[in-house]
């Protein structure tokens, strides 16, 4: 039995070695690249040689949105800018390419396009000067990495897609099961009478016109009978055989099949609840939630001010009790938006809030603007486009792997 041992823990080693290999080539080889730190220009941009003729490139940030600014020389002096024409294309990640022209402001070639965030992507110039075309290509590549599908599959990273949502903004109460004011009839004698036969028992489970006492009237003698008027539960019995029924309540029959939910309502958020907004329940100890809507509210407030709205809440199968205690989610505003992500996907990148596109079996950074949130989604103004793929579940370890390259852009 010992080989058989060796040989399977030596191939669960070398499967661990392959996934590792696999999910960390990218980063290594971007560790690799930077080790040949870029020269650097006086404006602490990249500087591109090619014979006596040098551009400086530089992402200006400061005081303006992202641009490129251009300083072009010739045997180490500069060049009027006005002689240069340039043009920048930058090759994204799943989102095309952005084509710059320059324009002269006045010792430099300003950029005429925004570069948003992020500064990833593979960065082609072209300048020309005095009749001759130069050409250089680079990677600026930041918060991207690469991982195998099977690895990530293995990983258990999921996905979706970007797109639009409806908002169901809610919320959160609580309160008890009370039974409605009709659910318990009270049965009298039409006559008085001895009581000759109870045919139920407290306690016990009646349909609609089940004999429920037979009673012989005082006044000729002749016996009749009290049926129940609903379904329902004997929940009082006042009476046994051979009693007089001398007027008063003989028994009592509760149906609770319709509870009532008091939900408790506090100032401060009363004008936000309708009548008839949907809601739905929480109900200690059951793993359904019901959907419902508010059908009217108590007119006095309780000691504590709040307002008791009241839910229907069905009981069919008898599962709740009077008592119970509640919490439920009162939709008070629905709203669509025209991107939305889900909250779990979100990491952060540098000063940024992100998620991870993916585009084929890589992974790159989108910086978001966000707006309103609502449960576990988050509304997206900005950032990344709609029908990108994004990582849901398990980003951290994208976001691990990132920060383990080190990869950072030009600026």
């Not at 400086?56 to 010739?74: C, N, Q, Y």
């Not at 180490?76 to 084509?99: E, M, Q, W, Y």
């Amino acid at each position: 039995m010992r080989p058989t041992f060796q040989i399977l823990a030596l191939m669960s080693t070398l499967c661990f070695v392959s996934l590792s290999v696999s999910f960390s080539s990218y980063a290594g080889s971007q560790q690799k690249a930077e080790e040949v730190e870029p020269e650097k220009g006086p404006n602490r941009g990249r500087m591109l040689r090619k014979d006596d003729f040098s551009i400086e490139l530089a992402i200006v940030e400061t005081g303006v949105p992202p641009e490129f600014r251009v300083w072009a020389t010739t045997d180490g002096k500069a060049i009027d800018p006005s002689k240069v024409d340039l043009n920048v294309k930058l090759t994204r990640l799943g989102d095309g390419i952005d084509d710059i022209n320059f324009y002269q402001e006045g010792e430099y070639l300003r950029g005429d396009v925004v570069i948003y965030e992020p500064h990833s992507f593979i960065v082609s110039l072209t300048a020309k000067y005095q009749g001759k075309t130069y050409s250089w290509q680079y990677d600026n590549i930041e918060g991207r990495t690469r991982i195998d599908d099977k690895i990530a599959q293995a990983m258990e990273i999921a996905t979706e897609i970007v797109g639009p949502s409806t908002f169901h903004e809610t919320l959160k109460v609580y309160g008890k099961l009370v039974l409605p004011s009709n659910a318990t009839s009270h049965i009298y004698a039409r006559f008085d009478g001895l009581v000759k036969k109870v045919h139920i028992n407290f306690g016990d489970t009646v349909k609609k016109n089940q004999l429920l006492v037979t009673i012989e009237s005082n006044e000729n003698l002749q016996s009749y009978q009290l049926f129940s008027p609903k379904n329902g539960v004997v929940t009082a019995l006042n009476v046994n055989s051979g009693e007089q029924s001398k007027g008063r309540v003989l028994l009592a029959v509760t149906n609770n099949e319709i509870l009532i939910a008091e939900l408790a309502v506090f100032p401060m958020d009363l004008s936000k609840v309708n009548i008839g907004a949907k809601t739905t329940l929480s109900i200690n100890g059951i793993e359904k939630k019901q959907i419902s809507k508010i059908e009217s509210r108590v007119l006095k407030v309780r000691d504590d001010q709040a307002k008791l709205f009241r839910v229907l809440v069905d009981n069919t199968d008898e599962l709740l009790s009077e008592g119970y205690f509640v919490s439920a989610d009162i939709e008070i505003g629905t709203y669509d938006v025209a991107m939305a992500v889900k909250r779990e996907a979100l990491q952060s990148f540098r000063d940024f809030t992100v998620v991870y596109a993916k585009v084929g079996n890589e992974y790159e950074v989108r910086m978001l603007e966000l707006g309103r949130i609502v449960g576990n989604e988050i509304e997206v103004l900005g950032g990344i486009s709609i029908g990108t793929e994004y990582v849901t579940e398990n980003s951290y370890i994208l976001k691990a792997d990132v920060e383990k390259s080190g990869a950072s852009h030009d600026h």
